[in-house]
């Protein structure tokens, strides 16, 4: 590839959804003349004037001059082909998440793009390798992970491909310090950083449903620990609904006993704040989460229904489960350097997900706690629960050495 452009002058967003908006947002904020694609001209439009009531809000509370709005109203241009993109310094692609449509849309922009260009996918989980392998310039592709919404969400996840270039790494942290965002590079592998542990956090939770909590209790007990919100509040905020339309579009995942209580909230409708009511209720117009005997009454039958005996389950035992999945998943992603340190994940953590600021972050909470106490507490859960808590092999290793997650540097201690 010829050289990167730096710092980027031009970038292009294909998808003007809800992240694709933020995005463009994000960009024309720092500065950057942004061209904007989608296949129905209709949502570009509806995009900027979503842009347009964010400057203006923004304008009214005094954080923007109205030149500075204007200004970055003017940097955004609605394109209505791929050719109209060539000349771009970064595309980023802001589809939904589907291997196939996001490999067709590479495609077209190898096919279009300068050779100097990067092409980025916004990707929250999919193989980036996958995706750069059908276009000649493998080494001019990397994941950007933005959070949603993205012109507010500091995190942005870049994640390099077996071949992304150096250059194409540290043109794209110059973008994200440019745009204000917390920049962490993480390596490919399913879920990358923050939502890799994510889904053993959130497995946890929903298998505490089944054997005898409820939504409230897990929620308020992992909010009292200092999160910004626990599970189902979470899921209540983003839409229980987007998973479960993946599970039925990828044709997989809808028999898991851990994701029927969400299976049968979908069913009725139930998708989160969005319809009025999720895990919780919602009165009109409000945000506040109100808690729904009806929801226990349907957890109480799914857990019966898949033949658990419920039992008493108290704070203690929700904390010790939730963030224990977060460690140990943290600690084999440490080992197969997909994060460079214990650093970057707390920084995921704090930015991204909601973990108390006031803790530090999972693994430094975790080296607080003692990496031999974390093993000996994951140990009882394998005993208690089975294999998939057996402690990750780096915690077994710095035990034995009495080190702690902070000394781990790029998968070597």
Known sequence: MTQVVSPLRCAAVIGAGTMGRGIVISLANAGLRVLWLDNNPQMVEQGLAMAEETWAHNVAKGRIASLEAAARRARIEAVDSYAALADADLVIEAVYENLELKQRIFRELDAVMTPGAILASNT??????????????????????????????????????????????????????????????????????????????????????????????????????????????????????????????????????????????????????????????????????????????????????????????????????????????????????????SHDIDLVYLNGYGFPIERGGPMSWADGEGVGAIGQRLRHLAERFGSHWQPAPLIERLASENKHFSDVQEGRV
């Open 124 to 341: 929250s989980a999919l193989d980036i390798d996958a995706i750069a392998a059908v276009t000649s310039r493998p080494e001019a592709v990397l994941g950007l992970h933005f959070f949603s919404p993205a012109h507010i969400m500091k995190l942005l996840e870049i994640v390099r491909g077996a071949e992304t270039a150096p250059a194409v790494l540290q043109a794209t942290q110059e973008l994200g310090a440019r745009m204000g965002k917390v920049a962490v590079v993480a390596g490919n592998c399913h879920g990358f950083i923050g939502n890799r542990m994510l889904h053993n956090y959130v497995r946890e939770a929903r298998m505490l449903l089944l054997e005898g909590a409820w939504p409230h209790q897990v929620d308020a007990a992992l909010q009292g620990f200092g999160f910004a919100m626990g599970p189902f509040r979470m899921y209540d905020v983003v839409g229980i609904d987007l998973e479960w339309r993946a599970r039925e579009l990828a044709g997989q995942g809808q028999d898991d006993p851990a994701v029927q209580v969400d299976n049968r909230l979908c069913e009725q409708g139930r998708f989160g704040q969005k319809s009025g009511k999720g895990y919780y209720l919602y009165a009109p117009g409000s945000r506040q989460a109100e808690h729904d005997p009806q929801v226990d009454a349907l957890v109480q039958a799914e857990s019966e229904r898949l033949g658990f005996s419920r039992r008493d389950i108290g704070n203690e035992e929700i904390l010790e489960r939730c963030l224990l999945a977060l460690v140990n998943e943290g600690a084999k992603i440490l080992e197969e350097n997909i994060a460079a340190n």
